[in-house]
T-cell receptor
Framework: DVKVTQSSRYLVKRTGEKVFLECVQDMDHENMFWYRQDPGLGLRLIYF???????EKGDIPEGYSVSREKKERFSLILESASTNQTSMYLC???????????????FGEGSWLTVV | QKEVEQNSGPLSVPEGAIASLNCTYS??????FFWYRQYSGKSPELIMS????GDKEDGRFTAQLNKASQYVSLLIRDSQPSDSATYLC???????????????FGQGTILTVHP
């Protein structure tokens, strides 16, 4: 089974703090993603990475950065946390492929972040 | 227009009935379509994927795709209380001929199956 692990499940941080959310996958997937999920807004893509040290902005990258130094690990960084970043953050991974390869993404269990 | 649209519900059906969940999408170039189930406080779990027009069945679940109408649906037969969850429709975004697995999600439909 695919395993995507988010090490921090519940965090409470203060406004202005730097926050790191870590994600590890064990299936040698090339692609990794960070989404956030908010009531009424659904899941929105923050950043994704298709290779080590490669990253691309998603739909809502402002206020976030990412790091992918190793294939299995993808970190989301909130440089200066703000209250509007209170949310559930979901990491996901998938195998790389052309359109002929039917990709499926697998989610981690989620990290609930509260910024006070 | 939202890229992926679902009725937010809630949709309430009696146990044993068929639940029908609908989704429309705006990008005609979309190639892959997924249904995820999400229980409260949990992460989304893949239950169905469909890539070609027509029906795809897996146990009590049937996904239906109509690319001409840009419409995808999920039918749940013999609904059980354990099917009560939010169902997310997701569509694969393409960059040229390559899929990085980026998905665009609908807002989800809340399904309640009552005994």
């Amino acid at each position: 089974d695919v395993k995507v692990t988010q090490s921090s499940r519940y965090l409470v941080k203060r406004t202005g703090e730097k926050v790191f959310l870590e994600c590890v996958q064990d299936m040698d997937h090339e692609n990794m993603f960070w989404y956030r999920q908010d009531p009424g807004l659904g899941l929105r893509l923050i950043y994704f990475s298709y290779d080590v040290k490669m990253k691309e902005k998603g739909d809502i990258p402002e206020g976030y950065s990412v790091s992918r130094e190793k294939k299995e690990r993808f970190s989301l960084i909130l440089e200066s946390a703000s209250t509007n970043q209170t949310s559930m953050y979901l990491c996901a991974s998938s195998v790389y492929g052309t359109w002929r390869v039917r990709n499926t993404i697998y989610f981690g269990e989620g990290s609930w972040l509260t910024v006070v | 227009q939202k890229e992926v649209e679902q009725n937010s519900g809630p949709l309430s059906v009696p146990e044993g009935a068929i639940a029908s969940l609908n989704c429309t999408y705006s990008d005609r170039g979309s190639q892959s379509f997924f249904w995820y189930r999400q229980y409260s406080g949990k992460s989304p779990e893949l239950i169905m994927s469909i890539y070609s027009n027509g029906d795809k069945e897996d146990g009590r679940f049937t996904a239906q795709l109509n690319k001409a109408s840009q419409y995808v649906s999920l039918l749940i037969r013999d609904s059980q209380p354990s099917d009560s969850a939010t169902y997310l429709c997701a569509v694969n975004k393409m960059d040229g001929g390559t899929s990085y697995g980026k998905l665009t999600f609908g807002q989800g439909t809340i399904l309640t199956v009552h005994p």
